[in-house]
């Protein structure tokens, strides 16, 4: 299945990035502007930082797509996730981040009833980057949950939810699959789950703006997904992007069988380090709170 775009932040007259080739043109434009930066003058190089996020963010970010991984079971709502230039390289923030609300989709296609967008990253055989600094990223590894898509039964138990998988191409070479998290009904902030590519959950506190709600928990995986499409618990979505729409025949289900690392990994200075498979544990949150500023 071809990758279906949205691009809400394309300026009017500009040119949408849809392939890889693309983006690396937009990238060695933007990295010849960076490079003049050892020739600037100490008051110039004031202005740089500003200038440079200005230009890569015309250059690549506003031209690149946030990307359609689930539809919403209860109201069917297209949910596109923030990947933008992460769905051209491995090399971009979307993969570097340590941490967010486990719900990292355009703001316009968030549902109420998204609990928990979470997925994995299939290799596909290919070396892994030798080198990840992203755009002003203060994390230089990709911790990754699996190669072969998987569903967190502690969710998926839950009265009501239903999860959806969907692959994606990433930079042209890996595939993505994201495995998004529904519910009828409001799930407890307290039964939060990590998001794709993240280690940490960090949130507002439900119903307290300056307050900050953050934890880390394993959740144990299960690669077993056809008894849940059994159970209409796990779709998918089939067609292009004209048709596309849920599924939950389980005889067509292509999910199954999928051969990979069936544990957690991270990438590293072009080096992969494999992890064993988690086991469930009681999470470890933190609550904290801001005082607003006076005066």
Known sequence: MNNIYLYPHLHSGDKPIETVTEYEEALAEYK???????????????????????????????????????????????????????????????????????????????????FAIDGALHLQNNPPPVELKGFKSMRFKITMASEVPFSK????????????????????????????????????????CIGWARQEYVDHLDGISNATFSGKRSDKHDYELLPWVKKEKLFWLEGNVDTIHLAKHEKNFPYSNIQGRKHPYAIENGKITNYPDPKETPPKTEIETFMPSIG
């Open 32 to 114: 010849k502007f960076e490079s003049t930066k050892s020739s600037l003058s100490k008051e110039e190089q004031m202005d740089f930082w500003k200038k440079e996020i200005e230009l890569r963010g015309k250059l690549i970010y506003s031209r690149s797509p946030v990307v359609l991984v689930a539809i919403c079971p209860f109201c069917d709502k297209k949910v596109y996730a923030n990947l933008k230039s992460g769905v051209f390289s491995l090399d971009e923030n979307f993969w570097l981040l340590d941490y967010d609300d486990a719900k990292n989709a355009y703001y316009e296609t968030i549902c109420t009833h998204l």
């Open 153 to 192: 039964p502690r969710i998926l138990n839950k009265e009501g939810v239903i999860a959806v998988i969907h692959s994606i191409s990433i930079a042209e070479k890996y595939i993505g699959y994201s495995v998004s998290y529904f519910s009828p009904n409001k799930i407890s902030q307290n039964e939060f």
